[in-house]
């Protein structure tokens, strides 16, 4: 089996912790790093919880520390949703592992080349490590495959009435990357909203007889004891929808359209602006998913967990 070449950037977070979980159970996939971001919660929690999580699974996966904020403005984050350090009430067992000399801009550009072309980025948070990577390398943006990333919407937000979180963490990130010309593919809150784990299905993730599954368990109460307009039927599963992708491509459909980001400070800043009928004659730039299968995605998330038994 050919594996496929992958860096996860993430800012765990409640949902990011399953999807790092699924991606690391998945055989598919050869891991080459872990990228960090300031964004759910500030980036001394999210590199930590990243080393965490990567040792829960047994798992050698290096950590980079990336970017602490967004380009040009400063962190904020969505610590009342994911608890102060990322991880609800859980505190996992801490990693002495120590990070990567070299920073995240730096591992993902070296391995962008180090693959040949065939690096795929999974986003997850901020795209402030991209972007900036992108910067600072001009030619990275042919050198990588493909970006997946969780982010965005079509006309709806759950920070603002117009953006979802990571693009209104770091729009300007999310204008260098969409406009880089890299196959990105947005998963974004119009179909993970409806990617839920209930409390059945919570249940029986409890009733998986290992570690990793009774933490996923936790995470998700945690989640669902949240009270927001979001999770009336679940915990949203927003980024293990975007982990599981990359995994099976047929989980979601996806339209080729003109998209561009508000950067503007004001109400719609941090929106995904998606031309669905072609208004502002512009070329397509970035794979929208317009809807997933449920069903495929739970067997892909019960599999992973099964797995750690």
Not at 32 to 47: I, M, P, R, S
Not at 70 to 95: C, F, Q, R, V
Not at 188 to 194: A, E, K, R, S
Request: with cysteine; net charge negative; aromatic share 6%.
């Amino acid at each position: 089996m050919i594996k496929i070449p992958l860096i996860i950037d993430t800012d765990p977070g409640v949902d990011d912790t399953a999807a790092l979980i699924m991606s690391m159970a998945w055989d598919g996939f050869d891991i080459k790093a872990f990228t960090t971001v300031g964004g759910n919660v500030e980036l001394k929690y999210t590199a930590a919880n990243t080393k965490n999580i990567a040792m829960l699974c047994g798992k050698d996966i290096p950590v980079a520390i990336g970017a602490e904020g967004p380009l040009y403005k400063t962190l904020t984050t969505a610590s009342h949703i994911h608890g102060i350090n990322g991880m609800g009430t859980l505190i996992l067992e801490e990693s002495k592992v120590p990070f990567m000399k070299k920073s995240a801009i730096d591992v993902i550009y070296e391995q962008a080349v180090l693959c040949d072309g065939e690096l795929r980025v999974l986003t997850l948070g901020p795209m402030t490590n991209l972007a900036g990577a992108l910067l600072k390398y001009p030619d990275l943006a042919v050198q990588i495959h493909s970006v997946v990333s969780m982010g965005g919407s079509i006309g709806v937000g759950n920070v603002t009435p117009a953006a979802e979180f990571n693009i209104y963490a770091d729009p300007d990130a999310v204008k260098i990357v969409f406009e880089s010309g890299i196959h990105v593919t947005m998963v974004g809150l119009n179909v993970t909203v409806p990617t839920v784990v209930t409390v059945a299905d919570n249940e029986r993730i409890k009733a998986i007889d290992n570690k990793v599954a009774h933490v996923v368990g936790a995470l998700n109460d945690y989640a669902l004891s949240k009270e927001t307009p979001f999770n009336d039927k679940g915990a949203i599963m927003h980024d293990p929808l975007a982990a599981a992708v990359l995994m099976d491509a047929s989980i979601i459909e996806t339209k080729f359209y003109p998209v561009e980001v508000d950067c503007r400070d004001g109400l719609t800043r941090g929106a995904t602006l998606v031309d669905i009928y072609g208004v502002t004659n512009k070329k397509a730039n970035v794979h929208v998913a317009v809807s997933a299968d449920n069903e495929k995605f739970m067997k892909l998330l019960f599999d992973a967990l099964i797995k750690y038994n």
